[in-house]
């Protein structure tokens, strides 16, 4: 597995080794160690979720508030995406800046998304299958949310946005600037 730290450095790009033969590929998903290795202390990841989506499906922005705020360790393993994450730290230096990237089953990268960051994604193929880990549970009532298309955020989603088809919670999301936005601190993954 390789990492890459984005532009905004919390972020980090996956990219795991494809080993391929006559039979197919095989490929270490995901190692404890290797990423414990690279960040300097670990992640405690306790819950997998997985996602199929339609051709325009976007999905977002999320984020859980403390002390429900989650790291994502997000890929796809069908079809392709934008997956882009918000640094939504107050008092960082990034804050409201994004990356984002594609992911794919063919590059098959992965995203590491700190605490701190809204994140979604937009499906770019006919059908997208959208697996990721995350750090803390799932609570209802931290769930919040960013309008994708704020132009504040400024976000290229690569789509046409008559295309893009929305929750019913996410189509009404607040602009960024009602958000709760909270100081996630130095260490974001912790
Ligand atoms: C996220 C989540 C949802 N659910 C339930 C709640 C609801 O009934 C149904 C669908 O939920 P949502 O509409 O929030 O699903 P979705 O729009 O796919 O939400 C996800 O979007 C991406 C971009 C993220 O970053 C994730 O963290 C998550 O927020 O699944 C769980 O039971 N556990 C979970 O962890």
Request: glycine share 8%; charged share 25%; with cysteine.
């Amino acid at each position: 597995m390789n990492f890459k730290r984005l532009d905004i450095p919390e972020v980090i790009l996956c990219q795991p080794q494809v080993f391929g033969d006559d039979r197919g590929y095989f490929s270490e998903t995901f190692k404890q160690q290797a990423l414990d290795e690279f960040l300097g202390y670990n992640i405690n990841f306790c819950q997998d979720n997985e996602s199929k989506s339609g051709s325009g499906v976007l999905r977002g922005l999320h984020y859980q508030l403390p002390p429900f705020a989650q790291t994502k360790l997000v890929r796809v393993i069908k079809g392709r995406v934008l997956d882009v994450a918000v640094d939504i730290r107050k008092g960082s230096p990034t804050f409201g800046k994004h990356v984002a990237i594609e992911l794919s089953e063919t590059n098959k990268k992965q995203l590491l998304v700190p605490r701190g960051f809204a994140h979604g994604f937009v499906v770019l193929s006919e059908e997208a299958i959208f697996l990721y880990k995350v750090d803390n549970r799932y609570n209802p009532e931290y769930d919040r949310g960013i309008a994708f298309d704020d132009t504040a955020l400024g976000i290229d989603w690569k789509i046409d946005k008559s295309h893009v088809q929305l929750s019913p919670k996410d189509l009404k999301q607040p602009l960024f600037e009602q958000a709760e936005v909270f100081d996630f601190g130095t260490d974001p993954y912790k």
